[in-house]
């Protein structure tokens, strides 16, 4: 088997594979062999039919099969081997009909050939990088939230805007007495949560309330009718929820609150467990500030990401594309296209294309490889960003390192972490390759520019 390229264009070509009979002949009767052993065929016993009766039965369909499969092995080999670099598919040039009498035949593909890219990133290229600024108001924030989040529910003296309210519900005639028939609804060991309230008018309702007041509400309005939440806090069933819609009054017995930690060495290392010996609150602050910045910077990567994506393809996106090619390739693949209306979809795809190719330059000239141990640490990174949001900030190595191992068993969740890890390499790179215009900015004005970019 003779496989050759002919270039047709600059970024066009054609393979051509010349196929004789002895290329693929033994293939053939191997599988017109395995048709008689294991397929029963009328009139014959299993396994005793004869080569040239197999041949005039199956023969057409085998040799059809075998050098499809063949003749394109034989390409793709072709295009390995020679390192070339093409775009798309090969696209057969034309359908050939298969007899059992032709024995040599000659196959052609089109092909699209990948153009000669020079991207050179050094500090001419200027890319703008954006660093929000920790601002007070950040830092105190964040203060207050892991107080409240290592805090402790006590009983309180007055309703505040996280309290739990406990005490006894009771249903209301329209007049605002309590109902006392068989029927009324009267719970002794309500609680309630305003803080959850939908209708917020409800939950003002027990703003600054003590203990020993009382506060008519209406139930329904607090969960918008939510079956669920008032089965719950009237202790009805779900098939009367919908339509309790009576005011309650409720006697308040207990007020819970929540009360913040206090500073000090033991809440520094419920925050910071795996860090440094904080021991005062100047060491806390400043590690606290870290810990937002650390946060932030996510943004102002993907942001730069996106601006160092634009300006490499302004840059170095110059180049062209085998258009034609493509364009017989994107009708080839999709139903929906034809040659009247591909022209659209094709300039669609040009941006995305360009930077696919200029990708795959940069990640070879800066040597850019995602390992098995760069994989396993970033997969424990995402792990510890989940836990945070659920407020567990003290997970010890052994289980970020586990939790880390489950996510990337799952096939299409671990491709996407590694096509991850292997664009923020990239992009890490290029911010030490470039120039970088750095700005420091607020939050606001860190949004303003995202949102306008």
Request: aromatic share 8%; net charge negative.
């Amino acid at each position: 088997m003779q496989v050759t390229l002919e270039k047709t264009g600059d970024l066009e070509g054609r393979i051509k594979v010349e196929v004789n009979q002895s290329d693929y002949i033994d293939k053939v009767n191997q599988e017109l062999k395995e048709i008689g052993r294991n397929r029963v065929i009328p009139g014959f016993r299993k396994g005793h039919v004869s080569l040239d009766q197999l041949r005039r039965r199956f023969g057409k369909e085998v040799k059809s099969h075998v050098l499809n499969e063949e003749v394109y092995r034989a390409v793709i080999d072709y295009i390995r081997e020679n390192k070339l670099d093409i775009l798309g598919e090969p696209l057969p040039v034309a359908v050939q009909e298969i007899s059992l009498d032709q024995p040599d035949y000659t196959f052609e593909y089109e092909v699209g050939l990948a153009p000669e890219i020079n991207v050179e990133l050094n500090d001419q290229v200027t890319i703008p990088y954006y660093t929000i600024n920790v601002d007070d108001k950040m830092v105190n924030d964040q203060d207050l939230a892991l107080r409240e989040r290592f805090g402790a529910q006590v009983p309180g003296e007055q309703v505040d805007a996280k309290a739990l309210v406990k005490g006894a519900i009771m249903q209301l005639n329209e007049d605002g007495t309590v109902k006392t028939d068989e029927g009324a609804i009267q719970v002794i060991d309500g609680i309630v949560a305003p803080m959850y309230f939908k209708d917020k008018e409800q939950a003002a309702l027990f703003a600054d309330k003590k203990v020993g007041d009382k506060v008519r509400f209406n139930p329904w309005k607090t969960c918008e009718g939510n079956a669920a939440e008032l089965s719950s806090m009237l202790h009805i069933s779900k098939e009367q929820a919908p339509e309790m819609k009576d005011d309650f009054e409720m006697a308040i017995s207990e007020i819970i609150v929540l009360k913040p930690a206090e500073h000090g060495e033991e809440f520094y290392k419920e925050v910071f467990p795996g860090g440094a010996n904080i021991t005062n609150e100047e060491e806390y602050f400043a590690e606290l500030r870290k810990m937002i910045a650390a946060q932030l910077a996510p943004n102002s990567e993907r942001l730069f990401s996106r601006d160092a994506h634009n300006v490499i393809l302004d840059t170095f996106g110059n180049f062209d594309l085998p258009a034609e090619f493509l364009k017989k390739w994107l009708v080839a693949r999709n139903a929906e296209l034809t040659e009247e209306n591909v022209n659209a979809e094709f300039e669609n795809m040009v941006p995305g294309i360009k930077w696919e190719l200029l990708q795959g330059k940069i990640a070879q000239n800066l040597d850019i490889k995602v390992t098995e141990n760069d994989l396993l640490d970033f997969a424990k990174a995402v792990a510890y960003q989940q836990f945070m949001q659920y407020g567990m900030t003290n997970m010890d190595d052994e289980t970020l390192t586990n939790y880390a191992r489950r996510i990337l068993e799952d096939k299409n969740y671990g491709r996407r972490l590694r096509e991850e890890l292997a664009d923020r390499k990239m992009f890490n790179a290029i911010r030490a390759k470039v120039h970088l215009d750095e700005k420091n900015v607020s939050l606001d004005e860190f949004k303003a520019v995202a949102e306008a970019k």
